[in-house]
C-alpha cells in the first residue's frame, strides 16, 4: 500500500474519512478502493453511485479523524510547540506519550525525524497505523515502552533537537534533557495539571535549562451572528499547561 492518505470527502454531506491510497472505504454509502494513483480534486464513486471528493491531508486532518486511545493534544496546543519551539525539517525529535500520536504526526509531516516512546502495547499499535494514514511511518518510529529507562541509550547519540514529553513524570526527564539535547535544542512538556507543571518546571531550572516559561493555553471561541459578537459561553476554553525551556 501507497504511504500517501487523503481525506474522502461525501459530496452531499458532511461525513469525511480518512484513508491511504490503496485502502478501502466501507460504509452504509457503499464500497470504494482508493486507487495508488489518486490525486487531491479526484471524486471516487462507491459501488452504489455515491461521490467522494479526495482531498489532500491537512495537520487538522489527524486530530480529527486519527483512532483515538486517550484525549489527543489539541492543534491549538501543537501549534504553540511547534511555534516555540521552531520545529523544522530534519530535527530529530524525542517524544514519550505517544497517545493517539498527533504531535509525532504534525512533526513527521514537517518533515522531523521522531522516535516516540508509547508505555501501553495496545496504544503503540493504535499510534503506528495513525502514522500510516498520515504518510510518516518512515519518519516516526513508535516503540513501545518506558522512555525513563532508556534514557541511558538515547544519551550516547549525537542529541536530540527536540524533546517533546506528554508524560505523568516528564520532569524525570527534563531533569535529563541536557544530556539529550544539542546545544540550543528545546524541551515542550505538555501536563494536564498545574502541579505537574511546576514539577516540570523546577526540573528545567535545576537541569540550569534557559528561557524556561510555563503557559496555560486558553482560547475562546468567537460567536457570532445578528445581534452582534462576543466571546462564547461554551465554556473557558483551557486545554492544559505547556512548560518551554532550552538547552545551553
Do not use: K, W
Amino acid at each position: 500500500m501507497s504511504d500517501t492518505a487523503f481525506l474522502l470527502v461525501h459530496v452531499d454531506s458532511d461525513r469525511e474519512y480518512l484513508r491511504a491510497a490503496g485502502d478501502e472505504l466501507q460504509t452504509d454509502l457503499g464500497v470504494l478502493t482508493v486507487p495508488e494513483d489518486a490525486e487531491s480534486g479526484d471524486v471516487l464513486e462507491t459501488h452504489l453511485g455515491e461521490r467522494f471528493l479526495v482531498r489532500a491531508l491537512r495537520g487538522p486532518d489527524l486530530f480529527n479523524h486519527f483512532e483515538r486511545t486517550g484525549a489527543p493534544m489539541m492543534p491549538r496546543d501543537v501549534g504553540l510547540v511547534v511555534g516555540h519551539v521552531g520545529a523544522q525539517s530534519g530535527d530529530r525529535v524525542l517524544d514519550a506519550g505517544t497517545g493517539t500520536g498527533v504531535l509525532a504526526g504534525y512533526l513527521g509531516r514537517i518533515g522531523a525525524d521522531v522516535v516516540t516512546y508509547e508505555q501501553d502495547p495496545g496504544f503503540a499499535d493504535v499510534a503506528r497505523e495513525n502514522m500510516r494514514l498520515a504518510g510518516v511511518a518512515d519518519a516516526v518510529d513508535v516503540r513501545t515502552g518506558d522512555v525513563t529507562e532508556e534514557l541511558d541509550e538515547l544519551t550516547g547519540g549525537d542529541g536530540f533537537d527536540l524533546l517533546t514529553l506528554d508524560t505523568a513524570d516528564a520532569a524525570d526527564v527534563v531533569e535529563r534533557a541536557p544530556d539529550l539535547l544539542v546545544p540550543g535544542g528545546y524541551c515542550a512538556v505538555y501536563v494536564p495539571f498545574v502541579e505537574d507543571a511546576r514539577d516540570a518546571e523546577l526540573a528545567a531550572r535545576d537541569a540550569g535549562l534557559s528561557d524556561v516559561e510555563t503557559l496555560e493555553t486558553i482560547q475562546r471561541q468567537m460567536q457570532v451572528d445578528d445581534r452582534g459578537t462576543r466571546p462564547s459561553t461554551a465554556g473557558v476554553g483551557h486545554t492544559g499547561y505547556l512548560l518551554f525551556a532550552r538547552s545551553g
